[in-house]
């Protein structure tokens, strides 16, 4: 039977970077969860008989999560709800399966790279029917509508068996458990050149893949181990945990330390990656070097023509603006558009669609294609095994050639985790205003050659997005980048992005955090950050 709940609203319920995210605990406060799921759904127009895929990266509240959202979008009206088995779905398997199906949307439940379990976070977000999260447009319409709610639709109906697969009825609907790598699989044999991957491989290549306990562990086994015939034990940490095992899974070089251990040690395999919570996140790692994701990012961009999806060419790149200008360089010398955005996938969504772009990236460890519309961890690692697979050379070597070639964007991101929300708030602001006096001035050498805070302009919607972070530009292409986090649950996150642009032939040594020491010390001054926040070194140093 179909009841009508009646409920109040939270005055929390507002989704950051990518879905609302909170602590377990306030997911469990009974009505939460049910209020913005019932938010999203009174925001959508249409979908009376269509198709909603639903899946989560496993951590914990998930199986409980999935049930309630299956029976509110049978009692809402949706035809079926594709659900993977066991509640699993990475998040971009569940973009891909969107996209397949033709299905109006999804729910994806994840809180991504932050920790699980009984007092960890949990997440919900809500993806469009063309596979990628809900631009601002309607996550502003679901905010807006957890504000005056009074009451959501839910089923009496026993739980779905989310073990079995096969088709069952809820009400109205047909609810479908479908295994849930079979269709990414299939999707990514249809991209990259499995023969040839499998024969590096058979040559000896080694590599660890680290799935962190996360949602990547099935995938990565069926891939890796699987089709790609790596030996077993090449995957790690590869059953996903409802709380991680208790750690981070945020594929970091503070959270994925053991990967960066063997990888630095004469032990070390040819090639070391890792994936965050729910799958959208890569870490690369060669024998001896890190790959900075924006590197990484560049690198693939160089390479991308070398995977048979990508032969034709790339029709443009884009990255958020904090993330280096590593690839600008490459679309120059390619002659395409290097796209700049707003921290968050949704923002690619519209470039990916009209073709504008076909390789996007983040600094953060994400990066995708026009496969699907969000960041693909398990993708970016098979794209970089395709390109080794055709070069035959180590990553170091292939990482050098490409700072011998375009140049190199020292870059490092320091956060600051956990701050009093309201001295954060006040530091942008003041930040915010000294743009205005900034251009100019003289730091030691640094001289300022501009500063705002980062406003977009979709060239495809027209739409506008204002306040996307403070930006400091000096000449000779170094910057420092301000911005708040929106994907955090405790106080505030203030992100802290330094840049540093070195020509081909200049060499500022190996070592980052040396080669930005200036800008990083100029960083905290600028910001006062010691005397505002209480801190003098970052929680994180990715
Ligand atoms: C962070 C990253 C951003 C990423 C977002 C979601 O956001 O900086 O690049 O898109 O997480 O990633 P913020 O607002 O905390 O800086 V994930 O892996 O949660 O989907
Ligand atoms: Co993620």
Not at 2 to 8: C, L, N
Not at 375 to 392: E, H, P, S, T
Request: proline share 5%; glycine share 12%; charged share 20%.
């Amino acid at each position: 039977m179909i009841k009508t709940v009646a409920t109040k609203p939270f005055a929390d319920q507002k989704p950051g970077t990518s879905g609302l995210r909170k602590k377990v605990p306030v997911f469990q406060t009974p009505g939460y969860l049910e209020n913005f799921v019932q938010s999203i759904f009174d925001s959508l127009e249409g979908f009376q008989g269509e198709t909603l895929v639903v899946g989560g990266d496993g951590r914990f509240f998930n199986r409980e999560a999935i049930q309630i959202v299956a029976k509110m979008a049978a009692a809402n009206g949706f035809g079926r709800v594709v659900i993977g088995k066991g509640g699993i779905l990475s998040t971009p398997a569940a973009s891909a399966l969107i996209r397949h199906l033709g299905a109006y949307g999804g729910i994806i439940l994840s809180a991504s790279h932050n920790p699980g379990g009984p007092e960890g976070d949990f997440g919900v977000k809500y993806n469009i029917g063309a596979g990628g999260p809900a631009p601002e447009k309607i996550t502003d319409a679901i905010f807006a509508r957890t504000g005056t709610i009074d009451a959501y639709k839910i089923s009496d109906a026993p739980d779905v068996d989310l073990d079995r697969l096969g088709e069952t009825a809820l009400e109205g609907a047909t609810v479908e458990v479908v295994d849930p790598v079979a269709q990414y699989l299939s999707l990514m044999t249809s991209l990259f050149d499995f023969d040839a991957i499998r024969a590096l491989v058979a040559s000896g290549f080694r590599m660890r893949f680290d799935a962190m306990h996360a949602v990547t562990g099935p995938y990565a086994h069926a891939i890796f181990e699987g089709a790609l015939g790596a030996p077993a034990g090449t995957v790690v940490n590869g059953t996903p945990l409802p709380d991680f095992g208790g750690h981070h899974p945020d594929p970091n070089l503070t959270y994925a330390h053991d990967l960066y251990e063997l990888m630095m040690s004469p032990e070390a395999p040819d090639f070391g990656a890792a994936s965050d919570g729910d799958g959208d996140r890569n870490l690369v790692i060669g024998r001896g070097i890190y790959v900075a994701p924006s590197d990484s990012l560049a690198i693939l961009a160089a390479n991308a023509t070398l995977a048979p999806g990508y032969a034709r060419g790339l029709a443009g790149v884009a990255r958020s603006m904090p993330t280096s200008a590593a690839v600008d360089h490459v679309a120059e010398k390619l002659g395409i558009r290097a796209y700049e955005t707003p921290t968050g996938w949704k923002f690619f969504g519209n470039l990916l669609d009209a073709g504008l772009a076909t390789l996007c990236g983040e600094e953060s460890a994400g990066t995708g294609s026009d496969h699907i519309r969000e960041k693909d961890g398990v993708w970016a690692v098979l794209l970089w095994l395709n390109i080794l697979a055709k070069r035959r050379e180590p990553v170091a070597g292939l990482v050098r050639e490409h700072w011998a070639t375009y140049g190199r964007n020292y870059y490092t991101r320091h956060d600051f985790d956990e701050v009093d929300l309201a001295a954060a708030q006040a530091l942008m602001a003041d930040l915010r205003a000294a743009t205005a006096t900034l251009p100019g001035k003289a730091f030691g050498a640094l001289v300022v050659e501009a500063a705002d805070d980062f406003a977009y302009h979709d060239p495809v919607d027209g739409s506008d997005s204002k306040n996307q972070g403070v930006r400091v530009m000096f000449e000779g292409g170094s910057r420092v980048v301000y911005r708040l986090s929106g994907t955090g649950t405790v106080g505030a996150t203030l992100r802290v992005y330094i840049e540093r642009y070195e020509p081909p032939g200049g060499d500022l040594g190996e070592e980052t955090q040396t080669a930005l020491c200036d800008l990083i010390a100029l960083s905290r001054s600028l910001a006062g950050i010691q005397a505002r926040l209480g801190r003098t070194t970052p929680s994180v140093i990715a």
